[in-house]
């Protein structure tokens, strides 16, 4: 956890960018919410799969959720993993979302858990200017 005294670091740490510029992230939590997603556009990356779906209400808030199968490993490595999809999308996702747009983001076995943070989050990125 990260005390209250020490400095914000983001996406957007050392950029000017401003408020309105910063999207609000919701979670993704009904199974068929999930389900549309997966029927969406789809980005493979070494990471991680982004499943991407524009929703009918362009003004609305960016929403995402994540996923881990079993193939991913036991209920630690699936854990890390999503964990570590939380994160990136965290930092990524209010910067460089669309409005009205829901993402998915799968963790694929054997990487997602230990593949470098810094590189994770520039996947994201990519993935994010391809289905732009």
Request: net charge positive; with cysteine; charged share 25%.
């Amino acid at each position: 956890m990260t005390p209250p005294s020490a400095p914000l670091t983001s996406d957007t740490a050392g950029r000017e960018v401003s408020v309105a510029g910063l999207l609000s992230l919701e979670r993704l939590r009904n199974r068929s919410d999930f389900l549309q997603a997966a029927r969406g556009k789809r980005v493979v990356t070494p990471g991680f799969i982004l499943q991407v779906r524009s929703r009918s209400d362009a003004t609305g808030a960016v929403r995402v959720g994540f996923t881990c199968s079993k193939k991913v490993g036991n209920a630690v490595a699936r854990n890390r993993a999503k964990r570590r999809l939380r994160e990136i999308a965290r930092l990524v996702l209010p910067s460089c979302g669309r409005p009205g747009t829901d993402y998915v983001l799968v963790g694929r076995a054997g990487v997602t858990a230990t593949r470098p943070f810094d590189t994770m989050l520039g996947d994201l990125r990519h993935a994010l200017d391809i289905t732009a």
